[in-house]
């Protein structure tokens, strides 16, 4: 399986910031060291091109973006203080969420350890997120004749409000969200589903409602592509999630959206968002596991054997 990374793309935080960004080189190197390490090869995408961006953000936004032109108060919601670097970071991340979905439709399932920045509109960002890779993935399989219809299957804790508004009205994707009710962002769009849960939600709450909302995806037809958005803040250790999953229930979550799609008529591609645990590696662990997942899904459906396990 295609596993695409980007965080060797340095992104200069001040001390103290609290995004999470070691995460990233962290998963990938506990990837190499898996026990599905030989079912996955680890590729460096390219980076999404102006022309790829601006199917989903408009062009003067994405001009201000790349030229240092965004306000302060811009700047402040995104959360990120802008460099050229953290520009090639975003380009990165969306350029690997579209090589993920090439992938998926061209083996099945594909994973970019970046991606699910799904707070980002079509003028303007917030909540650490610049670019919506999933807005702009979707578009390109579109335009590049891949596919008609998309799903955006989004597990973050947090509302995909971003998605929600780039497609409100486009009947070709559809955008299923399952979050936190009390959770950023606190007036949130509106998904073709949205499934909210109260502060506290554990296991049980949340895969009967993702199970409900999986058939709703089904029932308003079979896409092409799915793009799952898993998230690893819905654990009951995050500091910003407020639900109550454990790591074995979100690896049941991760399950049971790989095995509705994945084989089933849809390519699957799947992308990490957010994850704030007190301790990364727990937001580590929770990653890993999704890939995993994707990655015994590619075995099943290619046929390749995994030589080795290691817990």
């Given at each position: 399986?295609?596993?695409?990374?980007?965080?060797?793309?340095?992104?200069?935080?001040?001390?103290?910031?609290?995004?999470?960004?070691?995460?990233?080189?962290?998963?990938?190197?506990?990837?190499?060291?898996?026990?599905?390490?030989?079912?996955?090869?680890?590729?460096?995408?390219?980076?999404?091109?102006?022309?790829?961006?601006?199917?989903?953000?408009?062009?003067?936004?994405?001009?201000?973006?790349?030229?240092?032109?965004?306000?302060?108060?811009?700047?402040?919601?995104?959360?990120?203080?802008?460099?050229?670097?953290?520009?090639?970071?975003?380009?990165?991340?969306?350029?690997?969420?579209?090589?993920?979905?090439?992938?998926?439709?061209?083996?099945?399932?594909?994973?970019?350890?970046?991606?699910?920045?799904?707070?980002?509109?079509?003028?303007?960002?917030?909540?650490?997120?610049?670019?919506?890779?999933?807005?702009?993935?979707?578009?390109?399989?579109?335009?590049?004749?891949?596919?008609?219809?998309?799903?955006?299957?989004?597990?973050?804790?947090?509302?995909?409000?971003?998605?929600?508004?780039?497609?409100?009205?486009?009947?070709?994707?559809?955008?299923?969200?399952i979050h936190g009710a009390n959770n950023f962002p606190f007036r949130k769009a509106r998904s073709d589903l949205d499934v909210e849960l109260p502060d506290g939600s554990g296991d049980a709450t949340y895969l009967e409602a993702l199970g409900w909302g999986l058939q709703q995806v089904l029932e308003a037809g079979r896409p092409e592509l799915v793009i799952y958005v898993?998230?690893?803040?819905?654990?009951?250790?995050?500091?910003?999630?407020?639900?109550?999953?454990?790591?074995?229930?979100?690896?049941?979550?991760?399950?049971?959206?790989?095995?509705?799609?994945?084989?089933?008529?849809?390519?699957?591609?799947?992308?990490?968002?957010?994850?704030?645990?007190?301790?990364?590696?727990?937001?580590?662990?929770?990653?890993?596991?999704?890939?995993?997942?994707?990655?015994?899904?590619?075995?099943?459906?290619?046929?390749?054997?995994?030589?080795?396990?290691?817990?």
């Open positions: 399986m295609k596993a695409f990374y980007c965080d060797h793309f340095a992104l200069p935080l001040p001390q103290g910031h609290r995004f999470p960004i070691t995460k990233y080189a962290r998963l990938r190197e506990s990837i190499a060291l898996d026990g599905r390490a030989d079912a996955i090869t680890l590729q460096v995408p390219h980076a999404a091109t102006d022309d790829e961006l601006e199917r989903a953000h408009r062009h003067e936004y994405v001009w201000r973006v790349v030229t240092g032109g965004l306000s302060e108060a811009e700047t402040r919601r995104i959360g990120f203080p802008w460099s050229p670097e953290l520009v090639e970071r975003s380009r990165r991340s969306a350029g690997g969420t579209i090589a993920a979905c090439r992938a998926a439709l061209e083996e099945g399932v594909s994973v970019n350890l970046a991606g699910g920045t799904h707070h980002a509109f079509v003028d303007r960002g917030e909540g650490f997120c610049m670019f919506n890779d999933s807005a702009v993935a979707a578009k390109a399989m579109q335009a590049e004749g891949r596919v008609t219809s998309v799903a955006v299957v989004d597990c973050d804790v947090h509302q995909g409000n971003g998605t929600a508004a780039i497609f409100a009205g486009d009947p070709t994707v559809f955008t299923f969200s898993s998230g690893a803040d819905p654990f009951h250790g995050d500091m910003l999630g407020r639900l109550g999953l454990s790591k074995a229930g979100l690896a049941e979550r991760d399950r049971r959206v790989v095995e509705t799609f994945a084989g089933n008529g849809s390519a699957l591609a799947v992308v990490m968002a957010g994850g704030y645990a007190a301790d990364v590696e727990d937001t580590v662990a929770i990653h890993r596991q999704t890939v995993r997942e994707a990655a015994d899904a590619w075995c099943r459906l290619t046929g390749a054997a995994v030589s080795r396990q290691v817990p």
